[in-house]
């Protein structure tokens, strides 16, 4: 999220300890994860704003970027979804990093896509709802052809191949925090997970 947070929309920068599950205190600073919290100025709180990127080439090469954020008084929504096949060259970079070109001996083309979705909101004082949508799919297709003569004596052997190969994989996951109470003392969370997976080769 930070990478596409322009720095004048920041009011405040807070960062804590993460003892949600250690009130008394019993784990050592080193073992404690730290929470970033970003304070948006006033203005900010009701908005909506994202940015996209689309770059293409030769051979049928693209990449395509896209993120949204949306506020809405205790309601966060974010988007973030990524296509390309580039077989991680990177050529095009993503918007937030530096790009760059690097070649490998690979006579495969790598297709990616994934995105992530994420919903946060508060209903009443009492319950808080996080959703998090993963999804992630990768096809991988590759072509050979080898062709050789092998010389023994006065006999020539050939021998020719054509290879053709296709994998895909894709996987999802959805997963939730529900919390509801009035304070950390009675509060009940509920975290519930579902993950999908599938591959194919050819």
């Known amino acids: 999220?930070?990478?596409?947070?322009?720095?004048?929309?920041?009011?405040?920068?807070?960062?804590?300890?993460?003892?949600?599950?250690?009130?008394?205190?019993?784990?050592?600073?080193?073992?404690?994860?730290k929470i970033i919290n970003l304070k948006f100025k006033r203005e900010l709180k009701k908005s909506t704003f994202g940015r996209a990127m689309l770059g293409g080439g030769t051979r049928d090469r693209y990449q395509a970027n896209a993120f949204l954020n949306k506020f809405?008084?205790?309601?966060?929504?974010?988007?973030?979804?990524?296509?390309?096949?580039?077989?991680?060259?990177?050529?095009?970079?993503?918007?937030?990093?530096?790009?760059?070109?690097?070649a490998e001996p690979r006579g495969s083309v790598q297709k990616l896509t994934n995105g992530t979705v994420n919903f946060n909101n508060k209903f009443g004082k009492q319950l808080k709802v996080n959703l998090i949508y993963y999804f992630n799919n990768d096809i991988d297709d590759s072509k050979g052809t080898v062709n050789r003569q092998q010389f023994v004596g006065d006999t020539t052997f050939n021998t020719f191949s054509n290879n053709i190969n296709h994998h895909g994989s894709t996987s999802q996951t959805l997963s939730g925090r529900l919390e509801y109470g009035s304070d950390t003392a009675t509060s009940i969370k509920y975290n519930p997970e579902f993950s999908y997976n599938s591959n194919n080769s050819n």
């Open 1 to 33: 999220a930070t990478r596409n947070l322009d720095a004048d929309m920041i009011s405040k920068v807070q960062v804590y300890d993460d003892r949600e599950g250690d009130p008394d205190h019993l784990k050592s600073d080193y073992e404690v994860k």
């Open 72 to 102: 809405q008084d205790d309601l966060q929504l974010s988007d973030n979804a990524s296509s390309d096949n580039l077989t991680g060259t990177g050529i095009f970079g993503d918007g937030f990093h530096t790009p760059v070109l690097q």
